[in-house]
């Protein structure tokens, strides 16, 4: 069983940075594959950025790849998305997601309760 908590939300201009935190509970954090998700409103929830129990593989939305940066923390059982040049469109709630599998996903099995994004123009 894994608990996660999101923070590092806000409000901030376009062109400026946020740092996303997701703690989690659970003693085997390190097994787990991490990953953040988004939702705008009226939209559907998609993926972001995604790493593994190790941290030798990131990967990346297309939207984000380039201004966002996924990290993990095992000892600290943490997990961090670095969203630096933010855009309005990055409007949104954004959700960190566990996944005893190799890879996060939509069906990932453990979910935070989300933290709002706000880029204003």
């Known amino acids: 069983q894994v608990q996660l908590v999101e923070s590092g939300g806000g409000l901030v201009q376009a062109g400026g940075s946020l740092r996303l935190s997701c703690e989690a509970s659970?003693?085997?954090?390190?097994?787990?594959?991490m990953g953040w998700f988004r939702q705008a409103p009226g939209k559907e929830r998609e993926f972001v950025a995604g790493i593994n129990w190790s941290s030798s593989n990131t990967y990346y939305a297309d939207s984000v790849q380039g201004r966002f940066t996924i990290s993990r923390d095992n000892a600290k059982n943490m997990v961090y998305l670095q969203m630096n040049s933010l855009k309005p469109e990055d409007t949104a709630v954004y959700y960190c997601?566990?996944?005893?599998?190799?890879?996060?996903?939509?069906?990932?099995?453990?979910w935070g309760q989300g933290t709002q994004v706000t880029v204003s123009s």
């Open positions: 997601a566990a996944d005893p599998r190799l890879r996060v996903g939509l069906s990932s099995d453990y």
């Open positions: 659970g003693r085997t954090f390190s097994r787990y594959a």
